[in-house]
């Protein structure tokens, strides 16, 4: 059998990973002095393992709400007698200025610090600390790592104090002293969003060696500067950075550049791409393997008319090329940037890899090349990913999905990222994708989806995340996160006035979540405050005298979560539950998928002995007794407002304290309402369990409770024989029906009924094939 897309297992590296960090005081690690996390004297970690520790670490930070951070974690790396860190990526603000002081000691040789704007100009001294051993350096969009804290000087390491930690960066303090001066070693380094106060020029103008440099977004002064790597510099990024002919003839100087990117997020700048500038930078770069102008606005003279094109299918061959200038290479490039160009539309391209708008490989490209830096044009691509999978079809769907999750997880604190990547995963986890997708890979979609939905509480974010979970099997799919998307719903619920269509989804999500599930997940979410919830939805929907899908998911759902659950029973009741029962039943008299909804749920508050005194009253006896005579969704109605009564008869007559209305009368109702049903009706039920019937089976104080227990059992296992025939077997119903049969107070009507029963099952022993009523119980619940 085919495996299944995304179906590769985690390696065991991983797993043992991950396993360490959650449970880091069990593994390697002891509370010390003022709870200090302390590393155990007889651990010795190489790097492979340590790097693979930090950067998981980092990565549960950002992706993982249950994971918690430890406060001296990267203390445990201090001592490179111990432990040794080689190559280290650290993102997001998170990280701060005493943690890369703690890891100072190590030999560090990359380091990757990713919009990390809590780190001040001390870890500028840290950053010193490295200088003999780092090879790439990444201090991309750490826009305050060149300012002083509150304005004070270059910190030294050892006077810092944790207090400062808390202090911001103040943006008029520059710091001035720091250089790349004894940088040696390195030959990687991303600049990307340097200040503009910072003089580029001044602060690279140490290193020799450079052979990859990154300045996207960066302000530049003058561009000779960059001829002293010109035998160098293999790779030069200048995006979002004002092209300018001075700047085009000092790249074109550059002439060992095998990766050059002057792409744009905007098209409208000053400069304008010309057949004249591409043709020089071919001409001149003669390495060049890899090219993005993406943004640019081209000049018409740069393509070749479509009557002059090359016949055929699309081709890479430059000779084919449908663009000018890029007939002049050697070879095809192995990735070419022309999104937001019209290049990307051409028929020719000389590419292996293209990024643009024009097909779907295009804009997967798109987000696989701009996710990590740029993500405002990630966002875009994403969008324009959307409209694939709405409208035409993804053809490549294990890409596009890992593409999205990896773009979610990255840019958890992007809101742009969170619509679109979220609206994407909707369409690319629906029904026509789903056969194809591995388990491993679903669970993904859902832990990015909860983690969107934790971060924002804005409509549209919040809207199509919980549109995406719809597209899973619930509560199967979503066992493995259950109380945690059970919290997030409940917070969407909280406000009085939430946006209708993403209070309607999340009631639909709350209902499927608590139905089909074992007590204890019940027992759980009812305390996280479900039913307090739902019974606050309901009351407004009261006030606006409003019976819509809200208010009867929101019954559906308390019925529910009431079965077999006392606990949760009992806080109906302290929450006023009967009292909306009742406004219910007067305000919308004629809704029967609310009377059969609310009558299943007192049907499991009248299953609990402890509670059934409170429904012992002469309003809700009268109501429950009136509702014998409806002819709502069938029989449902009567049959719950029956079942009710079957379990506070089984109390007996020594309870019933009440004149009006009569024992006697009620149960006299109870029998023309049992025998005025079709015993071949179809259910809208589903039980899971017989315990509560079968317990009014082998007893004398109430023959109509018996003779109700004894039909519905009937019904059940005549009309779906393949679901309940084994379920009465296995529970024991058989020996209790052998004992109706020999108890004298058991009415003949009764024992006839258990007759039957016994047959059926029997029967069922004998030929478990279904000649009758094929079909199984429909979507129906049993709170």
Same mark, same amino acid.
């Given at each position: 059998?085919?495996?299944?897309?995304?179906?590769?297992?985690?390696?065991?590296?991983?797993?043992?990973?991950?396993?360490?960090?959650?449970?880091?005081?069990?593994?390697?690690?002891?509370?010390?002095?003022? &709870?200090?996390?302390? =590393?155990?004297?007889?651990?010795?970690?190489?790097?492979?393992?340590?790097?693979?520790?930090?950067?998981?670490?980092?990565?549960?930070?950002?992706?993982?709400?249950?994971?918690?951070? +430890?406060?001296?974690?990267?203390?445990?790396?201090?001592?490179?007698?111990?432990?040794?860190?080689?190559?280290?990526?650290?993102?997001?603000?998170?990280?701060?200025?005493?943690?890369?002081?703690?890891?100072?000691?190590? /030999? =560090?040789?990359?380091?990757?610090?990713?919009?990390?704007?809590?780190?001040?100009?001390?870890?500028?001294?840290?950053?010193?600390?490295?200088?003999?051993?780092?090879?790439?350096?990444?201090?991309?969009?750490?826009?305050?790592?060149?300012?002083?804290?509150?304005?004070?000087?270059?910190?030294?390491?050892?006077?810092?104090?944790?207090?400062?930690?808390?202090?911001?960066?103040?943006?008029?303090?520059?710091?001035? /002293?720091?250089?790349?001066?004894?940088?040696?070693?390195?030959?990687?380094?991303?600049?990307?969003?340097?200040? /503009?106060?910072?003089?580029?020029?001044?602060?690279?103008?140490?290193?020799?060696?450079?052979?990859?440099?990154?300045?996207?977004?960066?302000?530049?002064?003058?561009?000779?500067?960059?001829?002293?790597?010109? +035998?160098?510099?293999?790779?030069?990024?200048?995006?979002?950075?004002?092209?300018?002919?001075?700047?085009?003839?000092?790249?074109?100087?550059?002439?060992?550049?095998?990766?050059?990117?002057?792409?744009?997020?905007?098209?409208?700048?000053?400069?304008?791409?010309?057949?004249?500038?591409?043709?020089?930078?071919? !001409?001149?770069?003669?390495?060049?393997?890899?090219?993005?102008?993406?943004?640019?606005?081209?000049?018409?003279?740069?393509?070749?008319?479509?009557?002059?094109?090359?016949?055929?299918?699309?081709?890479?061959?430059?000779? $084919?090329?449908?663009?000018?200038?890029?007939?002049?290479?050697?070879?095809?490039?192995?990735?070419?940037?022309?999104?937001?160009?019209?290049?990307?539309?051409?028929?020719?391209?000389?590419?292996?890899?293209?990024?643009?708008?024009?097909?779907?490989? !295009?804009?997967?490209?798109?987000? #696989?090349?701009?996710?990590?830096?740029?993500?405002?044009?990630?966002?875009?691509?994403?969008?324009?990913?959307?409209?694939?999978?709405?409208?035409?079809?993804?053809?490549?769907? =294990?890409?596009?999905?890992?593409?999205?999750?990896?773009?979610?997880?990255?840019?958890?604190?992007?809101?742009?990222?969170?619509?679109?990547?979220?609206?994407?995963?909707?369409?690319?986890?629906?029904?026509?994708?789903?056969?194809?997708?591995?388990?491993?890979?679903?669970?993904?979609?859902?832990?990015?989806?909860?983690?969107?939905?934790?971060?924002?509480? +804005?409509?549209?974010?919040?809207?199509?995340?919980?549109?995406?979970?719809?597209?899973?099997?619930?509560?199967?799919?979503?066992?493995?996160?259950?109380?945690?998307?059970?919290?997030?719903?409940?917070?969407?619920?909280?406000?009085?006035?939430?946006?209708?269509?993403?209070?309607?989804? @999340?009631?639909?999500?709350?209902?499927?979540?608590?139905?089909?599930?074992?007590?204890?997940? $019940? #027992?759980?979410?009812?305390?996280?405050?479900?039913?307090?919830?739902?019974?606050?939805?309901?009351? $407004?929907?009261?006030?606006?005298?409003?019976?819509?899908?809200?208010? +009867?998911? %929101?019954? %559906?759902?308390?019925?529910?979560?009431?079965?077999?659950?006392?606990?949760?029973?009992?806080?109906?009741?302290?929450?006023?539950?009967?009292?909306?029962?009742?406004?219910?039943?007067?305000?919308?008299?004629?809704?029967?998928?609310?009377?059969?909804?609310?009558?299943? =749920?007192?049907?499991?508050?009248?299953?609990?002995?402890?509670?059934?005194?409170?429904?012992?009253?002469?309003?809700?006896?009268?109501?429950?007794?009136?509702?014998?005579?409806?002819?709502?969704?069938?029989?449902?109605?009567?049959?719950? @407002?029956?079942?009710?009564?079957?379990?506070?008869?089984?109390?007996?007559?020594?309870?019933?304290?009440?004149?009006?209305?009569?024992?006697?009368?009620?149960?006299?109702?109870?029998?023309?309402?049992?025998?005025?049903?079709?015993?071949?009706?179809?259910?809208?039920?589903?039980?899971?369990?017989?315990?509560?019937?079968?317990?009014?089976?082998?007893?004398?104080?109430?023959?109509?409770?018996?003779?109700?227990?004894?039909?519905?059992?009937?019904?059940?296992?005549?009309?779906?024989?393949?679901?309940?025939?084994?379920?009465?077997?296995?529970?024991?119903?058989?020996?209790?029906?052998?004992?109706?049969?020999?108890?004298?107070?058991?009415?003949?009507?009764?024992?006839?009924? @258990?007759?039957?029963?016994?047959?059926?099952?029997?029967?069922?022993? #004998?030929?478990?094939?279904?000649?009758?009523?094929?079909?199984?119980? &429909?979507?129906?619940?049993?709170?």
């Amino acid at each position: 059998m085919a495996a299944k897309a995304g179906d590769d297992p985690e390696s065991l590296m991983t797993l043992a990973t991950v396993f360490c960090l959650r449970n880091l005081r069990k593994t390697m690690c002891y509370q010390g002095l003022r &709870n200090k996390l302390c =590393l155990r004297s007889d651990i010795f970690l190489p790097s492979e393992i340590c790097d693979k520790l930090v950067n998981t670490y980092m990565e549960l930070i950002h992706t993982d709400s249950n994971f918690e951070p +430890e406060e001296s974690f990267f203390q445990l790396f201090s001592d490179p007698r111990s432990t040794r860190l080689t190559r280290v990526q650290l993102r997001e603000d998170f990280v701060r200025d005493r943690d890369l002081e703690a890891i100072r000691k190590q /030999d =560090l040789i990359e380091l990757h610090l990713t919009y990390c704007n809590s780190l001040s100009s001390r870890s500028l001294k840290t950053l010193s600390c490295f200088r003999d051993t780092l090879v790439s350096l990444c201090l991309f969009g750490c826009s305050h790592i060149f300012y002083r804290k509150s304005g004070a000087p270059l910190a030294c390491i050892e006077d810092t104090e944790d207090e400062e930690e808390e202090s911001p960066a103040s943006r008029q303090a520059l710091e001035t /002293d720091f250089n790349f001066q004894g940088f040696n070693r390195l030959r990687l380094l991303n600049l990307g969003g340097l200040p /503009d106060e910072v003089d580029a020029e001044t602060l690279l103008r140490p290193l020799r060696s450079l052979t990859s440099l990154d300045l996207s977004n960066v302000q530049l002064l003058g561009t000779a500067f960059l001829t002293q790597w010109k +035998e160098r510099l293999a790779s030069l990024v200048l995006y979002n950075v004002d092209l300018s002919e001075e700047l085009v003839s000092t790249v074109v100087e550059l002439v060992n550049l095998r990766h050059l990117d002057i792409s744009r997020e905007s098209r409208r700048p000053k400069f304008k791409m010309t057949r004249k500038t591409l043709t020089a930078i071919v !001409q001149r770069l003669l390495n060049l393997v890899s090219l993005d102008i993406s943004g640019h606005m081209m000049l018409d003279n740069c393509t070749v008319p479509h009557f002059e094109e090359a016949m055929g299918r699309p081709s890479i061959e430059p000779c $084919k090329s449908s663009i000018y200038p890029f007939q002049e290479l050697k070879r095809p490039l192995q990735f070419l940037g022309l999104y937001d160009t019209t290049l990307c539309n051409v028929t020719h391209i000389p590419a292996y890899k293209v990024t643009g708008s024009k097909n779907e490989d !295009q804009v997967l490209n798109a987000i #696989e090349a701009y996710t990590e830096f740029r993500p405002e044009l990630a966002h875009r691509a994403i969008n324009q990913l959307f409209d694939i999978a709405r409208i035409q079809h993804c053809s490549q769907l =294990l890409r596009a999905l890992q593409l999205v999750i990896a773009a979610l997880k990255c840019h958890k604190y992007d809101k742009s990222i969170q619509v679109t990547g979220s609206a994407a995963l909707f369409y690319l986890t629906n029904t026509e994708y789903r056969s194809d997708q591995s388990v491993r890979l679903r669970r993904e979609v859902i832990q990015v989806v909860l983690n969107g939905m934790e971060q924002y509480q +804005e409509v549209t974010v919040q809207r199509n995340c919980c549109l995406t979970l719809c597209n899973f099997s619930i509560p199967e799919e979503l066992e493995f996160q259950y109380s945690r998307v059970n919290q997030l719903l409940l917070k969407i619920l909280e406000p009085a006035r939430q946006d209708e269509s993403i209070q309607r989804i @999340a009631v639909h999500l709350c209902n499927a979540l608590v139905c089909q599930v074992d007590n204890h997940h $019940k #027992e759980a979410v009812g305390k996280m405050g479900f039913v307090k919830t739902m019974l606050n939805l309901i009351q $407004k929907k009261l006030q606006d005298r409003m019976c819509d899908q809200v208010m +009867e998911f %929101s019954w %559906s759902a308390l019925w529910n979560i009431t079965d077999e659950t006392p606990d949760n029973c009992q806080m109906f009741l302290n929450c006023r539950g009967m009292n909306l029962f009742l406004e219910c039943l007067q305000e919308f008299p004629d809704k029967q998928e609310l009377h059969r909804n609310m009558l299943g =749920l007192l049907g499991n508050v009248a299953e609990v002995k402890a509670l059934r005194p409170q429904l012992l009253t002469p309003q809700f006896i009268s109501v429950f007794s009136n509702l014998l005579d409806s002819k709502a969704d069938g029989i449902e109605v009567s049959y719950n @407002a029956c079942g009710v009564l079957s379990h506070i008869m089984f109390d007996g007559p020594e309870v019933w304290s009440m004149e009006e209305p009569r024992r006697d009368s009620v149960m006299d109702k109870m029998w023309d309402a049992i025998q005025s049903w079709d015993v071949s009706s179809r259910r809208n039920i589903n039980y899971r369990s017989f315990e509560p019937i079968l317990r009014l089976l082998p007893q004398s104080i109430s023959p109509v409770s018996q003779h109700w227990a004894t039909w519905a059992l009937y019904n059940l296992v005549s009309v779906y024989p393949s679901k309940y025939c084994p379920l009465l077997i296995k529970e024991g119903g058989m020996s209790l029906l052998e004992n109706v049969l020999e108890l004298d107070s058991s009415q003949p009507e009764t024992k006839d009924m @258990a007759r039957k029963v016994i047959d059926q099952c029997e029967n069922f022993k #004998e030929d478990p094939m279904e000649t009758n009523h094929g079909q199984d119980v &429909n979507h129906g619940q049993r709170g």
